[in-house]
């Protein structure tokens, strides 16, 4: 099986001249000489640049236009990024010393703040580009795996001790998987571009899994399990590995970084990392809960988390993985309902191609859930 590497892209003239306006008003050393889009994710517009320096050395910056149509608050997004880079950067400053260029840095804009306003407004801000790693969209062997689980612990870690009072919550609701789900309900029931009739199967299958919806949000109002800084976004493709050692570098995507349930980012890890078939993949068969990269994520999750996460969290982590594939795969559903306006979408049907593959996972899951579960313990049992 072959891993997808995160693609970069050429550029048109226009939005090279883009990339170079916006890069210079950052805080960068040299000459602006190469300009790239990076294709990944759905939802921010992502370039890469390239500057020289006078002695001929050439830096490469991560450039990125904060989607206001999903982000209503760019600057609270903005506040919450700096917050956590600063306090990141500060704890690992106190053991390392040096940073190294291994973890996430925002570059100054002119004027002082991290950020600046485009030429057709928009917020854009500039990180530096972690030489020598790579994203993949699919993990390729289980070291990968156990690294990426690890560095998510160790970002949850890292952030443990900032209160979740300091953060904003950007998008409310964000994983409050009973509102997706009754927003799904809501679009289906006006439906309006006439493609309900099309995916009965999905909707109903969603509809039978109703009940498991509530569940982490039920026991964080018994009080088992806490309210935490989170990530929010942990798909495997947010972390870059080291290309030469396959060792996890840094987490990156900060932009949901709020307050949250530990769980949903276990599971989100889950939904992307232990499937060998990609996110959009029409080809079902090829879609599977491969157990081998769920015990290495396990075991990567607790060697980091086990200081702070409690019985009930490790007891839900193969559940949560099945949740927040669910609560995926309603979002793509509701969005291909409503006519695809929130996630990028790049060919016909893509959305529904989407959530069908995260339906198929949700099945994967559930065949294997009780000797997910069980491992999870063993490994707990170990760590204690
Ligand atoms: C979006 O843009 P990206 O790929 O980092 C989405 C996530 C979804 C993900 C599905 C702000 O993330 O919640 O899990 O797509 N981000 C937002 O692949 O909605
Ligand atoms: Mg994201």
């Given at each position: 099986?072959?891993?997808?590497i ?37 939802i ?8 020289e ?51 996430l ?38 070291r990968?795996?156990y ?5 998510f ?7 443990s ?7 904003e ?77 396959d060792?996890?570098?840094?987490v ?10 530990s ?42 988390a ?79």
């Amino acid at each position: 099986m072959v891993p997808t590497i995160t693609p970069i892209k050429n550029v048109t003239a226009e939005v090279l001249s883009t990339i170079s306006h916006i890069g210079n008003q950052f805080a960068i050393q040299g000459e602006f000489v190469e300009g790239h889009e990076i294709e990944s994710g759905h939802i921010n517009t992502t370039y890469m640049a390239t500057y020289e320096s006078p002695d001929g050395a050439r830096h490469r910056y991560i450039l990125q236009r904060i989607n206001q149509n999903v982000f209503k608050k760019p600057l609270a997004v903005m506040r919450n990024v700096e917050c956590v880079t600063r306090h990141i950067n500060w704890k690992v400053l106190r053991v390392k010393k040096d940073l190294g260029g291994q973890t996430l840095n925002l570059y100054p804009g002119r004027g002082g703040r991290f950020w600046v306003e485009g030429p057709n407004g928009g917020i854009w801000r500039c990180y530096n580009y972690i030489e020598g790693c790579q994203t993949f969209d699919v993990v390729e062997n289980t070291r990968q795996a156990y690294q990426a689980a690890r560095a998510f612990g160790s970002f949850q870690d890292l952030v443990s001790d900032l209160s979740p009072e300091e953060l904003e919550e950007t998008i409310p609701d964000f994983h409050n998987t009973p509102r997706r789900y009754q927003r799904l309900m809501e679009v289906a029931s006006t439906d309006p571009r006439g493609r309900l009739a099309s995916v009965r199967e999905e909707f109903e299958f969603i509809q039978q899994r109703e009940g498991i919806t509530g569940v982490l949000l039920q026991l964080h109002a018994e009080g088992k399990i806490p309210t935490r800084v989170t990530h929010n976004d942990t798909k495997i493709n947010n972390v870059m590995i080291d290309s030469e050692t396959d060792e996890a570098v840094c987490v990156i995507d900060l932009d949901t970084v709020m307050p949250g349930l530990s769980l949903y980012d276990f599971g989100d890890l889950l939904r992307t990392a232990t499937s060998p078939a990609e996110e959009d993949e029409t080809d079902l068969s090829k879609v599977q809960m491969r157990m081998p990269m769920y015990e290495a994520l396990v075991e990567g999750y607790l060697d980091s988390a086990s200081d702070f996460i409690n019985d009930i969290e490790v007891d839900h982590l193969a559940f949560s993985g099945k949740l927040i594939t669910l609560e995926i795969g309603i979002r793509f559903l509701t969005d291909y309902l409503e006519g695809d306006v929130y996630f990028k979408t790049h060919r016909e049907h893509h959305n529904l191609d989407r959530c069908r593959t995260q339906l198929e996972l949700v099945k994967r899951i559930e065949d294997q859930e009780e000797a997910m579960v069980k491992f999870a313990r063993k490994v707990r049992r170990g760590r204690k």
